[in-house]
């Protein structure tokens, strides 16, 4: 049996397109999530891999919606296997039901995972490149100096519950208790 794989990040991502490619595809059954690729438990996966019987085949549009790490790619690919079953990626042209399919496999799966490397690597010299010009990335602080200072006043001469400063403030308690 063929068998379909779908999977999107986030909650309001279509997967209309990956389940129409599957179907094209010869999916007979497919199984999707919309949870990221890095949780280590996603429900439909899990579901499709218990199912699964010698001689199946699970096919994804892009071999990123079934791992987002090459050692989980490599974990599930190994997983199919041993179950007797195969592996199809469609945009890659992946079939590890041949010896070719696996070599050319295990090829792409260690260039993604280099790219995603490089990104991050990229990611991190950036955001030291724009700290050293005196960037400082994250959240705008909740209160002013000049606020801080009065939430202080407020709290210590006016002795006002931080409760009632939070409100003024439209900040938590615990912003004041920081303050």
């Keep these: ?3 379909g794989y779908a999977r999107v990040s986030t909650e309001d991502q279509n997967l209309d397109g990956q389940i129409d490619a599957l179907k094209a595809a010869g999916a007979e059954r497919i199984f999707a999530d ?5 949780a280590r438990s996603r429900p439909e996966l899990d579901r499709l891999l218990d199912q699964l019987r010698q001689g199946d085949v699970i096919i994804v549009t892009k071999y990123d919606r079934l791992a987002r ?10 997983t199919i296997q041993a179950q007797g079953a195969g592996f199809r990626s469609l945009a890659e042209d992946i079939d590890t039901t041949t010896p070719s399919g696996r070599l050319v ?3 792409f799966a260690s260039i993604a995972q280099f790219e ?3 990104i991050s690597e990229r990611t991190k010299e950036g955001l030291e490149a724009a ?8 959240r705008p ?16 001469d006016e002795l006002r519950p931080l409760s009632e400063i ?8 615990k912003t004041v208790r920081r303050a």
């Design 131 to 138: 700290r050293k010009r005196g960037r400082v990335g994250g």
């Design 166 to 173: 939070a409100q003024l403030f439209r900040i938590s308690a």
């Design 105 to 107: 496999f295990h090829v």
């Design 1 to 3: 049996m063929i068998i």
């Design 141 to 156: 602080p909740a209160l002013s100096a000049a606020q801080k200072v009065e939430v202080r006043r407020m709290r210590d």
């Design 69 to 78: 790490s090459l050692r989980d790619l490599l974990d599930i690919v190994d």
């Design 116 to 118: 995603r490397e490089r």
């Design 34 to 38: 919309k949870i990221t690729g890095t």
